[in-house]
């Protein structure tokens, strides 16, 4: 029997549990399927996710939330991080949005953005993936991005200067909050930093730093 990785389930939530051996990439190939041979079963409930048993990067936690999206219904309304701070925070956003979505005031989606590809929503907007270099999003609300943001936002486009973009990884070409506007400069390089970021509109300038309780504690819900 292979227990490269185990799906334990809890009250709302899933635990994935993952060898602390294997290659990464061979990983990530039990892990597709595992989920893609466990979907039926697994069914399409909102659920918080969380990894255990081995030590991953930021990139390699998104690559499995991606590979998990693509491989089963689940709707991750949390991703339990290893600081509770920030998990509070996604916690909060994306649950209003899964609200939002039922009273048709905002709106989830799972997959990645390619070149070419947009979304325009007079609703806030929460996307389980990539916005990819050429792709858009464009909201009245708030942008949460769960994956790399490197493509362009406009948050607060109906003039809401309150809206803000969050995203685990923050690289974008540019970003729109209101009648704002940030471009990323000609010799931008991808960081290194892998702090999940949230950008804001204050003072007429928009700022794009790392979550803390300082900043969340500002930001309204």
């Known amino acids: 029997m292979d227990n490269s990785v185990i799906i334990k389930g809890l009250n709302n ?8 051996e294997i290659e990464f990439d061979l990983l990530k190939e039990k892990v ?4 893609r041979d466990s979907s039926k079963f697994l069914g399409n409930a909102q659920v918080a996710l969380s990894f255990e048993g081995r030590k991953l990067t930021e990139e390699q936690q998104l690559e499995l939330l991606q590979i998990i999206s693509e491989q089963s219904e689940l709707k991750i309304v949390c991703l339990v991080l290893d600081d509770p701070e920030k998990e509070d925070f996604f916690r909060k956003s994306i649950a209003q949005n899964m609200d939002d979505k039922t009273n048709s005031n905002g709106q989830f989606y799972k997959g990645n953005l390619r070149s070419g590809q947009s979304i325009e929503s007079d609703k806030s907007v929460v996307l389980i993936g990539d916005v990819n270099p050429g792709a858009s999003i464009t909201s009245s609300g708030n942008i949460v991005v769960l994956g790399a943001l490197r493509g362009t936002v406009f948050a607060g486009a109906s003039g809401n200067d309150k809206a ?5 990884d923050m690289s974008p070409v540019q970003i729109r909050i209101a009648d704002t506007i940030a471009r990323a400069p000609d010799n931008h390089e991808k960081s290194s930093n892998k702090d999940v970021k949230i950008a804001f509109l204050e003072d007429g300038n928009i700022y794009i730093e790392s979550v803390t309780k300082k900043i969340l504690s500002e930001r309204e819900l």
């Open 32 to 35: 597709s399927k595992k989920f």
């Open 13 to 20: 939530g899933i635990i994935v549990v993952l060898d602390s």
């Open 164 to 168: 803000f973009v969050l995203a685990l």
